[in-house]
């Protein structure tokens, strides 16, 4: 599960993030969505251990990632929207190095790194280098690397970019599927078709603050907008908290 307490980030005078109260449940999808700038990076770093707090605690499966930050990490699948990837290594090369920095053992880890890449459709690329993978293939790869030591808890940052609508398919049925089997997953994504199909719950952040969450239905009853789809409901919480 994912804890957030009171999470705030400030640059100078801007503040990124303000006093961000979170709790995810185990098995949970949860869709983090908000206009450009609204902070939804920063909080995804944070929960990451890729960026400081000003103030607050993030807590994965209870450990505290201030206090103990690796293992803390080693319950963390992460997906970032750009994936950064060692493009003069191969696909395989970078999957076992991925799975050394996760202490996977050695025998095990060639083996799941074989399943997924098969999974992901990157079995014919696997011996090649990664610098001429296309966009789409290097965010399999990423998604590949951040399965491999079978996290507890999944941070994606806009899941979709660059794949094909078979690739679309595929992520979603993936995360529905681990999130069966107990893997909590927050998502923060831009589409917002994705959020309302996929996540149990939806929380959308707006200049720094979690201005409404709850299920889709919550969400709409909240707008008071009938017939509403989530896009007409994010459109009119967003404006309404801009006045």
């Known amino acids: ?10 640059y100078a005078n801007h503040t990124a993030v303000n006093n961000l109260n979170l709790t995810i449940d185990k098995g949970e ?6 206009p450009n700038g609204a902070g939804k990076t920063t909080t995804i770093k944070m929960m990451g251990g890729l960026l400081e707090p000003t103030a607050g605690s993030v807590f994965i499966s209870g450990i505290s990632m201030r206090e103990h930050p690796e293992k803390a990490k080693q319950k963390i699948g992460f997906i970032p929207d750009r994936p950064y990837l060692y ?12 799975a050394d920095l996760y202490h996977v053992e050695p025998g095990a880890s060639i083996k799941k790194a074989e399943e997924i890449l098969s999974m992901f459709s990157l079995t014919d690329w696997s011996d ?7 966009h789409g293939m290097k965010q399999r790869l990423i998604m590949s690397a ?4 079978d996290p507890e808890v999944i941070i994606v940052d806009e ?5 094909d609508p078979a690739g679309i398919k595929m992520v979603k049925e993936l995360f529905k599927e681990l999130a069966k089997k107990g893997v909590t997953i927050f998502m923060s994504t831009h589409t917002l078709k994705i959020a309302e199909d996929m996540c149990h719950h939806i929380g959308i952040i707006h200049k720094g603050s979690l201005i409404a969450k709850g299920t889709p239905d919550d969400l709409k009853r909240e707008a008071q907008v009938s017939g ?9 919480l967003t404006e309404t908290n801009s006045q």
């Open 1 to 10: 599960m994912i804890e957030l307490k009171e999470l705030t980030k400030k």
């Open 29 to 34: 999808i949860y869709g983090f969505i908000g």
């Open 87 to 98: 493009e003069k290594l191969t696909g395989m090369e970078f999957l076992r190095f991925t």
């Open 128 to 134: 090649e280098l990664i610098e001429s993978y296309s």
């Open 146 to 149: 951040a399965l491999l030591h």
């Open 159 to 163: 899941p979709m970019v660059g794949l």
């Open 228 to 236: 509403a789809d989530l896009e007409q409901v994010f459109i009119h």
